[in-house]
């Protein structure tokens, strides 16, 4: 190479150097495109760069993002189908690279952009994939014809992984950020409702708490006892659009038989979603009035959600939420979010309104029965007087094992949840204590508040297990997520400073192990990205199988193979194939699972020792074991390991880290396989995991 080749390349390396530092700096997904389309495109000693991404139902791509094209050029491409005769179309579909050196290559290659300009010249696509899926593509142009050698090409794609690996990044921190905040409004959603049993006041403070974070409009419906529907609470951000949406309802009363809106979520239990309101559905709702269409049309709607407050199979109310002046159009997450709400809405409507029943004495046993929380009477001597279905479901304790003893012998660990639950005299706001409840066969967690009377004391008890664990949950994933993440990335800063600075002289075997180690921490970083999203997929049922006839033992003898390239030297591997049939399944899939089985048998045999796979034949099935001489697995952990984030060695104290999904990945993926995933363990003397799927059809 000569010296001017060394220099250019030198200069690529150091762009490419700036754009991923750019890229491990962004953490929104606005911050990786601003980064690609600046950094990026420059390193790529490109004249113009775009970035588009395949849309939600999969049919066409949405331009995120250019930079550097002529606007008049660019007008109407903001998105285009899937399967058009177009450049990044064809990369998207096929995943593959396209280099085209000149103006007249590309028009030879998609006749239907020879129309839009003979300015440009050579012209580079390059997907944009994350675990074998793509995504996206990333599309770059130049002021002069190139023909692309190997090095250029290997620099476009390698700023393409780098790209597609923030991008997605940032996607799930996105993606955590908006569940932090749906999960932190319901939670204030439900504090509010549980603070008081006037719900007229609650909803209407319930109606402000969702202007504007959810909607510009709120407003919330109660179906009467005659069957009218009765505007409890309006809310908009500008309190004399308030005053005025209440006279425009006296002067439009609702219609109980329009064919949209409140009235037919009320008739119908079911929720209306207009992610965009047309002007169809403005004219079905409005008709020939046009001082109402003049009304309609200065207000601005642009979408709507109206979902019911229903509980025990009873519609109470609508919630509606209107996007008209500063809000986005809704999507299915908002629609999801204000369900939920509702739900609430309704419980606590409900709730409300059998607990004033049974402060005025009227049937309160029967109506109590019904009811979704638990609810407990004391008496003053602390014996039980009413234990309704839920109370029971939620204890698991039977009516007739708790009543007319004394909760404390009735209940394990009653005296622990009585002493910290604070009581509040009838009237006033309780406020929800949440803490475990003993001995029910499961992990439970319950919200509790209680009301002291003359005669006794209620107890309200909601079990809230699921949103503890959804909780837990995300804050797992929040810290081991940003452990893992953060080890990594300081190992690649370390190394890029030391490389970087001028006051030091490295050897080249000293810089040679400086980028070694940034590869390997770069790869890491890509396998825990790949977890996390492939994680998600799972739970989204995202993810598809392909099965076939495939051979076992030659996927074990590959993984095998790969493996030897980076196991520890005190370690030793082998297959025993013992005339293994062939099976059905997922190849790629299949051998997956077992990398991950046997880098994890690796991983937790920090003394050396033997891994082998071994293949025999059982009835109908195949069995595949992956065994090891490791740390062991002690008996009561030994289904939780297949949890989501949990690992055996959280403290590292043998050194063994890693983000606590492969196990779990591994059991999701043999199970879509009509298989199961099984382990055996002894603490000190190794573990075997047990991959069992059906023979040949």
């Known amino acids: ?70 606007p008049a050029v660019m007008s109407g491409w903001g998105s285009f ?39 440009g010249h050579a012209i580079v696509v390059v997907p944009l994939a994350v675990e074998g899926r793509t995504f996206g593509a990333m599309s770059l142009s130049f002021d002069e014809d190139i023909e692309f050698e190997l090095e250029r090409r ?27 905040k749906r999960m932190t409004f319901l939670a204030e959603a439900s504090e509010l409702l549980a603070s008081s049993l006037d719900y007229n006041r609650t909803l209407r403070q319930l109606a402000r708490l969702c202007v504007p974070g959810l ?82 049309e200065e207000l601005g709607l642009r979408s709507s959600i109206c979902v019911p407050l229903t509980t025990r199979g009873r519609t109470l109310g609508a919630l509606t939420l209107i996007a008209a002046e500063t809000h986005p159009l809704y999507t299915n997450a908002e629609l999801e979010l204000a369900t939920e709400l509702a739900r609430r809405a309704g419980v606590a409507v409900d709730n409300a309104r059998l607990y004033r029943e049974a402060e005025r004495g009227a049937d309160a046993a029967r109506a109590l029965a019904y009811v979704a929380d638990g609810v407990v009477l004391l008496d003053r001597e602390g014996r039980v007087r009413h234990w309704n279905a839920a109370a029971a479901a939620i204890t698991a304790v039977t009516e007739e094992e708790a009543l007319g003893r004394p909760a404390r012998e ?26 475990p409840l003993a001995d029910t066969g499961r992990e439970r967690w319950v919200a509790v508040t209680g009301v002291g009377f003359g005669q006794g004391t209620v107890y309200a008890l909601q079990d809230v297990t699921e949103e503890y664990a959804l909780e837990k949950t995300r804050s797992d994933f929040v810290a081991t997520a940003s452990h893992e ?22 050897s080249e075997d000293e ?33 598809e199988i392909d099965a076939t006839e495939c051979d076992p033992a030659e996927i074990a003898a590959g993984v095998l193979e790969s493996a030897t390239t980076h196991i520890p030297e005190d370690i030793s591997l082998a297959l025993d194939p013992d005339g293994s049939p062939r099976i059905m399944c997922d190849e790629n899939k299949l051998r997956q699972v077992l990398v991950n089985l046997v880098d994890n048998a690796v991983k937790y045999s920090p003394g050396g020792g033997r891994v082998e796979i071994r ?41 063994v880290g890693g983000s606590g999904l492969g196990l779990y990945i591994c059991r999701e993926l043999v199970e879509r396989m009509d298989g199961q995933l099984t382990v055996e363990s002894e603490p000190g003397r190794g573990s075997t995991f047990t991959v069992e799927l059906p023979l040949r059809r």
């Open 1 to 70: 190479m000569s010296t001017s080749e060394a220099q250019q390349a030198a200069d690529r390396a150091r762009r490419l150097q700036r754009v991923a530092e750019r890229l491990a700096e962004a953490v929104t997904p606005e911050e990786v495109l601003d980064a690609i389309l600046t950094e990026g495109v420059q390193a790529a000693e490109a004249r113009a760069g775009a970035i588009g991404v395949v849309s939600a139902d999969g049919k066409s791509v949405e331009l995120l993002a250019q930079q550097g094209y002529d």
């Open 81 to 119: 189908p899937l399967d058009a005769d177009l450049p990044m179309s064809e990369v998207i579909r096929t995943g593959a690279a396209l280099f085209i050196s000149s103006l007249s290559e590309r028009n030879e290659l998609f006749p239907a952009l020879a129309h839009q300009g003979q300015e």
């Open 154 to 180: 290997e620099m476009k794609m390698t700023l393409a992984r780098q790209a597609a690996q923030a991008l997605a990044r940032s996607r799930i921190f996105e993606a955590e950020q908006r569940l932090r």
């Open 215 to 296: 909607a510009d409009w709120c407003a919330i419906d109660m179906l009467g006892p005659n069957g009218e529907i009765e505007r409890l609470a309006v809310a908009h951000q500008d309190p004399e659009k308030v005053r005025w949406a209440h006279e425009l309802q006296d002067r439009y009363p609702p219609d109980p038989d329009a064919p949209h809106g409140v009235p037919q979520v009320l008739r119908s239990g079911e929720p209306e979603f207009f992610p965009e309101i047309s002007e169809e559905v403005l004219d079905e709702a409005v008709g020939d009035d046009l001082e109402l269409r003049r009304i309609v």
């Open 410 to 435: 009735a209940v394990p660990g009653w005296e622990t949840l009585a002493a910290l639950v604070p009581l509040v005299p009838p009237g006033s706001a309780p406020r929800p204590v949440t803490l």
């Open 485 to 506: 993440l953060r080890t990594p990335l300081a190992a690649v800063y370390g190394a890029v400073r030391t490389l970087r600075r001028t006051d030091v002289e490295l």
């Open 511 to 543: 810089r040679t192990q400086f980028l070694e180690m940034i590869e390997s921490e770069a790869m890491r970083l890509a396998t825990i990205v790949d977890q996390i999203l492939l994680t998600g997929q799972l739970d989204a049922g995202a993810v």
């Open 615 to 655: 293949l025999r034949r059982e009835l109908s099935n195949c069995l595949i074991e992956v065994v090891d001489d490791g740390l062991g697995i002690p008996s009561d952990e030994r289904e939780r390991i297949f949890e989501k984030f949990y690992r055996l060695d959280p403290q590292q104290r043998h050194g």
